[in-house]
């Protein structure tokens, strides 16, 4: 298959970097000529003069846009080929009003890890898309990550649960990292120890297919250091306090 990249900003080339372990022909087109030939030269891949011209050879087109360029990039083109979208906040259906109404669509949320290809992604289509056309399409999120089909519905809480909770996570490990600092560790000491313990304690939840509840119960002894931790994280509200940022992540996303 040969796909094309309309925008090569940074999710698009943390896309391209797991692409490029697989046999799919790529081309990109950037927001000008020079830098389709800039951005060729650095990832060292064919461009297209333009954004049409691109639309026309390929078989799948991925949209690297900002939300707010979609409308004034789309206005000008015909496009006659299935459509990967990766923009935040542009549904299928208007996507569909952009573009086609008969034009197969996918949309997919990519999160940050997906420069490291390890992208939590979601992935949902219209009824134009074929199983076939599916079936390639979740292969090529895989190359970077792991990828969910959801209901575009659940988007919203996706994007909360996936796109906005590595800062979340980052600020657990940053406030785990200062109470070290504060009790005689270097940050750099600090931060290595935490960061390894959260990449092996959500390894050992995948790998065991264990309740987080289980573990935590066989972490805690009775009368332990375990437990008086827990307690007191719940006396300040830990859980209560994560579900709201979540609420309140949800809430801003629809108001997009």
Known sequence: MKIGFIGVGKMARAIIKGLEKTEHELIISGSS??????????????????HQELIDQVDLVILGIKPQLMETVLHSLTVTKPILSMAAGITISRLSQLTSDTLPLIRIMPNINATILKSTTAICTNHFVSEALLTTCLALCNSFGQTFVIAEKDFDTFTALAGSSPAYIYLFIEALTKAGVKHGLTKEQALL??????????QHLLEEEEQPHTMIDKICSPGGTTIAGLLDLEKTGLTASVVSSIDATIQKAKEL
Do not use: D, G, N, P
């Open 193 to 202: 120890i935490v960061t390894q313990t959260v990449l092996a304690s959500s």
């Open 33 to 50: 000529l020079q830098r389709s030939q800039q951005i060729a030269k650095e990832l060292h891949l064919a461009y297209a003069h333009s």
